[in-house]
């Protein structure tokens, strides 16, 4: 999938001053949908929405149950949950591709969707490592960093490097990067 010419990025918290400081940190560089509840939000999700920003704890709909449903429609929508939550070995099987704890600052926010925006770019097993990568971090930093689910975490994680790893071997550096500039032509 090639890199969206003008990225939708929608926003989903229940504290109205929240979501619209999002909207306005984002609003300059990105088309932004804001909700401030999960019913609200499923009005808004279509095949234009890149990047969803979820919050976790929200009445009625909330933002697990939201993640779910933006999976069941089988777009290819990157969602990051962006919630006030610490990451418990829960979030091992949930299916979002990164995990922040707020607060965030506006270049965190920044820098959080540009990397999701990147991903959309990513073959599926680049996506998958970022995906476990994100989810390895978030419990390191929250430090829930044992167990047998996160030693599963990290098996499939490495497993994948692995993979890509061989890949690359196989079809050879240069080969890889042969449309980066710089790199020669043979």
Known sequence: MSRPSDPTVLVVDDEPDLANLYTAFLSSSYTVRTATSGSAALDLIDDTVDVALLDRRMPGVSGDELLEKIRECDCSIKVA???AVEPDI???DMPFDDYKVKPVTRTELLALVE???ERL???SRG???FRLAAKKAALEMAGNDS???YGSL???LNAVRS???ARLDEIGAEAAFKDLPGVSKS
Do not use: A, K, R, S
């Open 81 to 83: 949950m962006l919630t």
């Open 90 to 92: 829960d979030i091992v």
């Open 115 to 117: 990397g999701l925006i």
């Open 121 to 123: 770019t990513y073959d």
């Open 127 to 129: 996506q998958t490592y």
């Open 147 to 149: 167990g047998e689910e």
């Open 154 to 156: 990290v098996d499939e």
């Open 163 to 165: 993979e890509m790893d």
